[in-house]
């Protein structure tokens, strides 16, 4: 059974860090991309990065180049978004997504972690 889990949400002031964790159960590691993608209450979710399956890293919103990274562990079948110099504009629930480079129709969502960027 295929389950991400993702963890590190939380409340952090303005300027603060955090980092989220997408872990991966039941899938080939190494055969999927990990995106991670935001969503605001009354808005589609946003691309926000991709670990690709072959190492390799894409950040898809100019707001947070510069501020955010995104890693992979395979040891830990899991990739990290670490977060820093956040602004309330950051605030969302973010998901993690895998999807296999090999089938792309094959796609799993983790059921969200809460960020809020508040003083």
């Known amino acids: 059974q295929v389950q991400l889990v993702e963890s590190g949400g939380g409340l952090v002031q303005p300027g603060g860090s955090l980092r989220l964790s997408c872990a991966a159960y039941g899938i080939i590691f190494g055969i999927y991309n990990i995106n991670w993608y935001r969503q605001v209450p009354g808005k589609q979710r946003q691309l926000v990065a991709t670990s690709t399956a072959g190492g390799g890293s894409m950040y898809h919103e100019d707001s947070v180049k510069g501020r955010f990274t995104i890693s992979r562990d395979h040891a830990k079948n899991t990739v990290y978004l670490q977060m820093t110099s956040l602004k309330p504009e950051d605030s969302a629930v973010y998901y993690c997504?895998?999807?296999?480079?090999?089938?792309?129709?094959?796609?799993?969502w983790g059921q969200g972690t809460q960020v809020i960027v508040s003083s």
């Open positions: 997504n895998a999807q296999s480079v090999r089938r792309p129709s094959d796609i799993y």
